[in-house]
Nanobody, 124 residues
Framework: QVQLVESGGELVQAGGSLRLSCAAS????????VGWFRQAPGKEREFVGA????????SYADSVKGRFAISRENAKNTVYLQMNSLKPEDTAVYYC?????????????????WGQGTQVTVSS
């Protein structure tokens, strides 16, 4: 069974850092594009960033560019979202998702498999 499991979300002060993990089972990240999205209460789920595997082509939302970065660890079949200089407006449930397409799409409807999400709360 294909499954994505996010972890690493917690309460952090503004200016701090967190690293989220997305571990896959039942599929190999080596053939998929992985995206990160987030959803704050009362808001639509929005694109954070995405990274292809084979080309290491990444794309980020303007709101996180320069602060967030996606990386991968092949041996653990895990993708990470490093989040630095966190702001209260970064507070949301963060989701990872995969798509078989080879571009780092920012469109959530392009993603086929989703994790359950992990809560990130940034206090001011």
């Amino acid at each position: 069974q294909v499954q994505l499991v996010e972890s690493g979300g917690e309460l952090v002060q503004a200016g701090g850092s967190l690293r989220l993990s997305c571990a896959a089972s039942g599929l190999s990240f080596s053939t998929y594009t992985v995206g990160w999205f987030r959803q704050a209460p009362g808001k639509e789920r929005e694109f954070v960033g995405a990274s292809t595997w084979s080309t290491s082509w990444s794309s980020y939302a303007d709101s996180v560019k320069g602060r967030f970065a996606i990386s991968r660890e092949n041996a653990k079949n895990t993708v990470y979202l490093q989040m630095n200089s966190l702001k209260p407006e970064d507070t949301a449930v963060y989701y990872c998702a995969t798509r078989s397409g080879r571009t780092p799409s920012g469109n959530k409807s392009d993603y086929e498999i989703w994790g359950q999400g992990t809560q990130v709360t940034v206090s001011s």
